[in-house]
Each structure stands twice: as C-alpha cells, then as structure tokens.
C-alpha cells in the first residue's frame, strides 16, 4: 500500500474562484504532526480534496453528495452505513468535510496506523446510538446496510449467524452488549476484523480515489 503515495496524477484539478479553494484549509506541516502522514502526503491529499470538493457545488468544500459519490459511487438515495460513516469524518456536524476533518479521518486508514485507532474507529462506526456499547440490533443494521452498499445479498439466516457469532465471541460477560474493552479484546483475537467491518472502499485508497502524487518543495 506504500506505493499509492507515489504514482503519477492522473487528473487536473480546476481552478476555484479565488479565496474559495482555501475553505477549511490547514496547514500540512501541522496536520503530518497529529496524524501518520507525511507533509508530502498531506499536500498530494489537498491536492485531491480540491478535486473532489470542485465536483459539484464549487466552494472549496466537500458536502455530502460529493463525500458519497468519491467514496461509494453514488450520490443518491439513504444508506446508514454511507451516513454513518459521514458522520464519522464530519467532525464539527456541519454536514461538510473540511480539509482538515478530511485528512484526520483518513489517517486512521493510513499504514502507519495503529491497530488500536482503527479498532476505536470501527466501534464508534457501530455504536448508532452513542451509547459507549455495540448492541445487537445495532449491529444487524450496519450489517445490512454495508450488505446494502457493496451490492452483495445473504439470507436472513446468515446475517443472524454474523450477529450471533460475534456476540458469542464478542461479548464475554453475557450482558448482550459490547463494550469497549470487550471489543478490544474481540479485535485483539480477530485482527483483520476493524478492517473487514468498516470501510472496505477505504482498505486500499487507490479503490475509492483516483492514483496520485504530489511534487512537494517541503522536505519531510
């Protein structure tokens, strides 16, 4: 996956009307330090940020039919896993991504990552209700709208196995729920599982956004 940060564009970027480009702009150098990119990825990011946030409504920032359509091919319709996960990368609830929201977000992605930052994605991405647990229903909901968003169809009988399994597992002290810990423990014993029940367009960026590069003058 290290090799995505180095191929070539692939696409022209359009040029804003000027002071709209720079919306929600953060400085790179600032932005490497609190997540696991390097200042060059962060500025071949903004330089991909700005493509995305140009595709429709051009003020320099992504809304949610363009966050939908870069990361889930489509601009239309409700999906909670789609929303969900919106959610997850809007963090001031303004039903924008803002560049630094954008790049915070996607360092959790990142390879550098920790296995523990994904983890904690992963259960806020479940928690619904902003509980602080993973309940069942809960669970089969985001189940089924992730089954609903990769176009993929199980019978109810296998979405059941897939929420009684990982409550059987998951849920050590029978309380039917899953706390935090409990979930760390569960991610410990299944490593790979942050990464299948998340965001499978964001497993390898190159799936969800156009190859790129940035020339950057900045020395890391």
């Keep these: 996956m290290g090799g995505v940060w180095r191929v070539v564009v692939v696409f022209i970027v359009e040029e804003a009307p000027q002071g709209q480009a720079r919306a929600g702009y953060e400085d790179p150098a600032v932005l490497a330090a609190q997540t696991s990119f390097t200042v060059n990825e962060v500025e ?7 493509k995305l946030s140009l595709s429709a409504i051009k003020d320099g920032l992504i809304h949610k039919e363009q966050f939908r359509l870069a990361l889930f091919r489509n601009s239309r319709g409700s999906n ?15 039903w924008v991504i803002e560049f630094g929201e954008f790049v915070r977000s996607l360092s959790t992605f990142h390879p550098k ?22 309940e069942k229903e ?7 709208a992730l089954l609903g968003e990769s176009d993929l169809s199980l019978s109810d009988t296998a979405v059941e196995e897939i929420i009684d399994n990982t409550f059987n597992q998951a849920d050590s002290n029978g309380d039917g729920r899953i706390d935090p810990q409990e979930w760390e423990e569960f991610v410990k014993k299944n490593p790979a599982s942050p990464r299948n029940m998340s965001l499978p367009y964001l497993q390898d960026i ?7 590069v940035m020339h950057s003058e900045v020395e890391d």
Excluded at 138 to 144: D, I, P, W, Y
Excluded at 206 to 212: E, H, I, Q, R
């Design 138 to 144: 809960e669970l089969k909901e985001m189940v089924l």
């Design 113 to 134: 990552a920790s296995e523990s930052e994904k983890a904690k994605f992963a259960f806020k991405l479940y928690d619904l209700r902003g509980t602080g647990y993973i």
């Design 44 to 50: 071949a990011l903004y330089e991909l940020y700005k």
């Design 206 to 212: 190159t799936t969800a956004f156009p190859s790129f």
């Design 80 to 94: 909670l896993f789609a929303d969900r996960v919106l959610d997850m990368f809007d963090l001031k609830r303004n």
